[in-house]
């Protein structure tokens, strides 16, 4: 490219070169016809004046040569030639005869290059510009290797010895222009990079240990959650348990009693048949009185032994999910004495389940609880509603309560652990956390919440329906 530019250059500079020949040429020849013809335009001899004019106008580049006289002589050649409006230069030449003007020689011609010496120069030049242009760009392009590629180079490879080994290695190279500037600057760069990794990598360290430090609080405190879940299982159990047991007790003692009586009538001989016939009736009454009690604890205990054994040690089993949650609202019952509220269970009896039965107790005692404590005063009548759907190989459960509901900003963060509502108040704000995490993870399923304030809140749980267990 630069060479095609060189030519280019060269050939307008011999083209107006050979212009400028020519043209001074014929202002020479035009100035010497002025003088040859001086005197025979001052005899006025037409002949010898046309012969001179002949004479000069057969170069090929004249178009036209006009001689006008004082004395109103005028002569062309050739003959009644004209000069070119456009095209053509014009130059006139005073003719001067013993210092005084007698008339004018006038002449058009057009200047013609010269190809074939046009040629010979070009020919000559360019292959002599070629090689200059040649040197020029090799000693350029060994400046520019030497001063700009080499110090870029040593830079590229001190990145790749840091990105290798993560050390420090300054480039060495000093120059007092701007690669010297760019070389110390990126020497500086490299080094105060090396020290943000270190501190970077320290920072790093610390928040790593932080974070293992926080997901064992947060697993402690999860886990203490639980066991404060079930340690309020165990108080409502026991204190319900405690009621038929003592009413089987009082009976006990008072059929004892009148057994007693009984027996001293029998040995005195004072037994009547009227006696015999009111114990028959008090201790009748008592049996029957004892084993409703007995059976009722009996019950209590049974539903309470499953939910606290899968609670405390949960495993993957096969169970009837109809029955699991009968149990879990059954131990609840003394939880719900305190409310105004109603628990209707919707659900196939026929619904069998291959999961962790401890996760669904966990949930759902969440869920209820959760309920009880936020959305109901004690003084409210409201009703619970939970819901089962087959589809497919999952399970859809709803859970709906018709309780105070929650605003939008309450609805986001309700699984975000320790948020609460009730802060300072005996809520941890773990349950819901709790709860999102067996349904995602224990349960493998998911779970959404919708609610509006003073429209209650609504839980869906997505799960399936067989959970494999894991491979030993």
Sequence with gaps: MAGLLYAGVIVY???????????????AQVKQLAQVIAIPTWNLDQQFINSYLKQYAVAPYIRCIELVSDANLKEQAPKNCTHPESGAILHSEPIIYEGQYIGVVVASFV????????????LSR???????????FFVVFLVFRRWVVRPIQAMMKSIEEFQD???HHPVDWHSEDEIGTLVEAFNQAQKQQMQHEKMLTSEKDKAEQALLELKETQSQLVESEKMASLGSLVAGISHEINTPLGVARTSSSHVNDALTKLNKSFEEGTLTKSDMQHFLELGKDGLHLMTA??????????????????????EIRMFNLHEYLQETIYTLKPNLKRYQVTILLECEESIELQSFPGAFSQIFTNLIMNSLYHAYDTTDQGGININVKESGDNLILTYQDD????PEDVRKKIFDPFFTT????????????????????????TIEVTSELGRGTRFTIKIPRIIDPPTT
Aim: aromatic content about 4%; charged content about 20%; overall charge positive.
């Design 111 to 122: 200047i013609k290059l010269d190809n074939h010496r046009l040629n010979f120069i070009l």
């Design 165 to 167: 080994d993560g050390q």
């Design 403 to 406: 309780g105070s509901g929650m």
């Design 422 to 445: 009730k802060r300072g108040k005996g809520g941890t704000g773990l349950g819901m956390h709790i709860i999102y995490n067996l349904v995602s993870h224990k349960l493998q399923g």
């Design 13 to 27: 500079i011999e083209t107006q070169s050979l212009k400028a020949n020519q043209h001074a040429q014929v202002e």
């Design 293 to 314: 009690n007995l059976i009722r604890a009996s019950e209590l205990m049974t539903s309470f032994k499953q939910v606290s054994a899968d609670q405390s040690h949960d």
């Design 126 to 136: 360019i292959p002599v510009a070629l090689v200059a242009l040649f040197s020029i």
